[in-house]
């Protein structure tokens, strides 16, 4: 009989380059889920700082328990940002190639083809071009997002180094889950992609009575500055920071003091620059500290009234679900994911004179804002740790069963077969 450890599911989790954002969290989140139950191999194009990353997603991930397998980049490619499609397209198949022989194969962030099924966790709607012509005003677009001859070449180029001919989405067998019900609804709608089911991001609750949240710190309570915001987040085009800027301006000239942290890594490019100029010729009032580890931006976010989040199409926004969970009242778009986080149309606007009169309405009635405190850090519990971890092994361990049934059916009389142990393995609680 085989022992415990040749018994264990072998499962590849990959995601295409370690940044900053809520992508990462997931990785990390689910790695931790899975360790000790299962053999876990971790594939990703960049370097790994287990303990940098730990810190900043609030995970106790041992690398002892994962086997990192690092695959190669694209020629002279130094970042997740840089050529974007091409990287996602070149680390694509390399997970093909390296799929064969793993009982499950999961893309942390966004669909992978792994030649077979798998399990494909939906960040966002940046691996498809049509969605993001449907998603962004071509107004707004940046200038090399535009069609043009060199557009259509770089795609080209990215769908030969992808490998042509390769079945749609719908079409693989995998279990495509979405981050919200909005883009469970467009996998639906564009996709075919039925049912998908829901999986929350994981959010490191951190708001008064939260099991995560640390220990207050002995003396006076830290007083929330009346008038202070956060954004919150990666320092890129689609998070719209320039629109967070022009809104609270407005609410400044209207009188109110206002003022902004910008919490997120400026990291260096031509989009970082254009924020960073915006908020030096106003650092009377905008702070950019920079991106912070789970207990920092905890300790930022306790003394913080407000959030504010400008991205359009974002699929969910963990930065959202986070603030709302740290005590601050957020005021997101009125399209996208974020909007199921805060279910209250007084706390979502359409444009920035929209955005500023919402604001202005709340700082002018402290009471709404306080009952408003209160009932987004209790609603966000749906969205913690613990929660994602419980849900993800539900669909973890459902997606496995199915792939091994008709292998286990087949399997001699009495031999301790994988399903046998998966079936022992689940957790009762996480």
Not at 109 to 129: A, K, T
């Amino acid at each position: 009989m085989p022992d415990h450890a040749t018994t264990l599911p072998k499962v590849l989790v990959v995601h295409p380059w370690m940044g900053r954002g809520g992508s990462e969290a997931v990785a990390m989140w689910a790695l931790q889920a899975l360790q000790g139950r299962a053999e876990v191999t971790f594939m990703t194009a960049s370097a790994m700082n287990w303990d940098a990353l730990n810190a900043a997603y609030g995970t106790s991930v041992d690398p002892r328990r994962i086997r990192l397998l690092r695959t190669t980049k694209l020629p002279g490619v130094r970042s997740g940002a840089q050529f974007v499609h091409w990287q996602r397209a070149y680390f694509e198949r390399q997970c093909r190639r390296a799929s064969r022989g793993f009982d499950v194969c999961v893309s942390a962030y966004n669909p992978i083809d792994f030649g077979r099924p798998g399990i494909q966790l939906l960040g966002d709607f940046s691996f498809s071009e049509s969605m993001r012509r449907r998603l962004y005003d071509a107004n707004d677009e940046p200038f090399y997002h535009r069609q043009s001859l060199i557009r259509r070449l770089y795609l080209a180029t990215g769908e030969c180094l992808r490998g042509l001919g390769r079945p749609a989405l719908a079409e693989r067998g995998d279990l495509a889950v979405a981050n919200s019900e909005w883009s469970a609804n467009l996998l639906a709608k564009y996709f075919g992609v039925l049912d998908a089911p829901v999986l929350y991001p994981p959010v490191t609750l951190s708001g008064p009575g939260k099991t995560d949240a640390p220990a207050p710190a002995a003396g006076a309570p830290v007083e929330r500055g009346p008038f202070a915001f956060a954004c919150l987040g990666r320092i890129a085009p689609e998070k719209e920071i320039e629109t967070v800027i022009a809104i609270l301006d407005r609410v400044r000239n209207a009188g109110y003091p206002v003022t902004l942290d910008v919490i997120g890594q400026f990291d260096g490019g031509a989009y970082s620059d254009q924020i960073r100029r915006l908020t030096e010729a106003r650092k009377d009032w905008i702070r950019t500290p920079g991106f912070l580890n789970s207990e920092e931006k905890k300790s930022l976010l306790r003394s913080t009234s407000f959030g504010l989040h400008a991205c359009r199409i974002e699929a969910f926004g963990i930065a959202v679900a986070e603030m709302a969970a740290a005590g601050c009242v957020p005021l997101v778009p009125g399209t996208g994911g974020a909007g199921e986080i805060v279910r209250r149309r007084e706390l979502q606007f359409r444009g920035v004179g929209e955005g500023a009169e919402k604001i202005v309405a709340l700082l002018e009635n402290p009471r709404r804002v306080r009952e408003l405190r209160r009932e987004l850090t209790q609603s966000t519990d749906r969205f913690g740790t613990e929660v994602f971890c419980r849900e993800f092994h539900r669909i973890f361990y459902s997606f496995l069963a199915g792939r091994t049934a008709a292998r286990e059916t087949a399997a001699a009389p009495g031999e301790r077969t994988l399903a046998r142990h998966v079936e022992e393995a689940k957790p009762a609680t996480v």
